[in-house]
């Protein structure tokens, strides 16, 4: 297996450890059982604790896309300011416009940070959006958005609701979302987390669930409502994936033997690595400088290297997968993922092989 | 394990086949890779066999829950005619009321049988509806829906749909969704198909499709068009639980080597077994006569045994968990679910339990 087995390095899904994919396998229990109730309010307690949070952590048996979706129809009466600076964040606000809401955005170029917080403040300053919507790193460019500084911004407006995906930098950093009035966290589990994916997680503050009250037409299957109120007896609305659950009690597990702050470490130095690898081989960095993300790094192929040939040979040859960019950026850009489990000697690996294929391209 | 392990008669989830399980846990590969394709495509080409269809099977990261939402987000313009008669079906129309939609009922006491065909025909007539919703397998009372009957006179009506949840009943008996008109016919895997719950599957009619085009506010994560559009490239839209996948690949494997025509006859012997057996023992059963599931039986209390102590005392002695009735039938009713890998010598185990325990109970 070990030699025939493709390792990830991809901004998602990434590589799962072997005692994680294992507990996938664990026997079904009934989801309204005592058993797992048991299994919820551990893995809540995990939650709380890995995403800093007192706030319920919803179980959303879905892709995270969908908690978009859940996000904006629970919090969102009428009108949604988008920060739009690469595919996701695009696509979460066509996601809100086909759900019939106006999806208005501050839209800078890929490889920008969303940072004009001039222009963010002058647009909530009409008063005409009920939320602001933030993809905190735009894994299609590596792009990680002030976070900080735009939740600050936020919060000067009363009724503005903050909405935030986490997919590519919840647990490859630290974020607070309570203290930074964060109102809908969502993450996916097959990421940062190094999980497989079919789950995916939703941090909401008690103002999101007091917007849902107002709203109608919050559907069944995403509403913010149905969470709460499963929650109250550490159940989720519908049958949940059983073994993602049991896959992400162990991998909390995992996560609380290594500790916060060392992960926290490991992943900055990760990023630092590649960041520093890219450059002194004379690539550049396609995010502007200083707003790089920490679970991934993309790439410039200022080199005009050959990146589906490079992607192939590493395949094949070495049996590690990395990404040759996303949508438009394809070729113009490589990515790689660092997230999850990844250790240091873990990448040193790749950039071995791919200082020797670059060697041999001269 | 086999000592401790609580076995599931539940009617879903269901016990998973311990190598179904194992396939849970094979190493993650990207979705969007060549190799996700040839899975796709192999699953696929198991799934139209399985469910007797030419239609494209969509494989939904999610509960079968969602596919109610995206069946008539996709498919009812304005106004769906929901047949109730449990708290499945009537879930569906409440499903379809918060998203927006008109869902009226023609609705008949919890254990009869949807099968009034003229107040069908007339509501039909009217020429109000966009589609007709049909569970047709109540897995809350175990009362099985006429599919046959009522598709035929949906038929007579040119412009209307026909949307059918066969959570508890596809795989259980033949269906053919094709020749029947069955626009969208939805399943769990953790029921009939002896699966980890996390994924649903969505067979979808060219006219499902078409009557899609016309519509608006369908939402992203469960919109049939983009399950179309990334089906023709051996795709799911956003990132699928690629676990339930692989388990999925393996079950169909096991699905042919038994055939469908033995897994239909299993079926069909452990439903009438175990009617046999509760009618024998002094019980009723819950549905009326003739209109009984396959899946799962719902045996009315006649005897009014305390149905608390026997689930506990199945469970604790015996590790054998079965269902205390759904939500107002607690206690009225108790359901044993016989789907999926159930064998009839795994059926007689549980009914040898039950019978010393009655005999104790006097």
Redesign the interface.
């Known amino acids: 297996?070990a030699s025939t087995?493709?390792r990830?390095y991809?901004p998602?899904?990434?590589?799962?450890a072997?005692e994680v994919?294992?507990a996938?396998?664990?026997?079904?229990?009934?989801?309204r059982?005592a058993?797992f109730g048991a299994l919820y309010e551990r893995v809540q307690a995990g939650l709380r604790w890995a995403l800093s949070t007192e706030q319920p952590v919803y179980l959303v048996?879905?892709?995270?896309?969908?908690v978009?979706?859940m996000a904006v129809?629970s919090c969102v009466r009428e009108r949604c300011l988008h920060l739009v600076n690469g595919a996701f964040s695009s696509?979460w606000a066509?996601?809100t416009a086909?759900?019939?809401k106006q999806a208005d955005r501050i839209e800078v170029p890929w490889g920008r940070a969303n940072r004009d917080l001039d222009a963010l403040r002058e647009a909530l300053a009409t008063g005409r959006y009920d939320a602001v919507a933030l993809v905190h790193s735009e894994t299609s460019t590596g792009v990680l958005n002030p976070l900080e500084a735009i939740a600050q911004v936020v919060a000067e407006f009363e009724d503005v609701l903050l909405l935030v995906d986490a997919v590519s930098s919840g647990t490859t950093l630290p974020i607070e979302p309570d203290r930074l009035g964060i109102d809908i966290l969502l993450l996916?589990v097959?990421k940062a987390l190094g999980l497989?994916?079919?789950?995916a997680l939703c941090v909401a503050s008690e103002r999101a669930h007091a917007r849902a009250e107002t709203i109608?037409?919050?559907?069944?299957?995403?509403?913010l409502l149905e969470f709460r109120a499963r929650h109250a007896r550490h159940q989720t609305?519908?049958?949940?994936?059983?073994?993602?659950i049991y896959a992400l009690e162990r991998q909390l597990e995992r996560m609380r033997a290594e500790g916060l702050e060392p992960r926290y470490s490991r992943h900055a130095q990760l990023a630092e690595r590649t960041r520093a690898w890219a450059l002194e081989r004379g690539f550049a960095l396609f995010p502007e400088s200083g707003y790089e993300a920490v679970g991934l790094t993309c790439i410039e192929n200022t080199r005009e290297i050959d990146v589906n040939a490079l992607a192939g040979w590493l395949q094949q040859e070495h049996h590690m997968?990395i990404?040759r960019g996303y949508g438009k950026l394809r070729g113009k850009t490589f990515r790689i993922g660092h997230m999850g489990d990844m250790t240091l000697e873990d990448l040193e690996a790749l950039l071995e092989r791919i200082d020797t294929w670059l060697a041999r391209a001269g």
């Open positions: 297996m087995h493709d990830l991809l998602g899904p990434v590589e799962v072997p994919l294992a996938l396998a664990t026997p079904m229990i009934g989801h059982s058993a048996t879905a892709s995270a896309t969908a978009w979706e129809r696509r066509k996601t086909c759900n019939g996916g097959q497989p994916p079919g789950l109608s037409n919050r559907g069944y299957y995403l509403d609305p519908t049958t949940p994936a059983i073994p993602q997968v990404d």
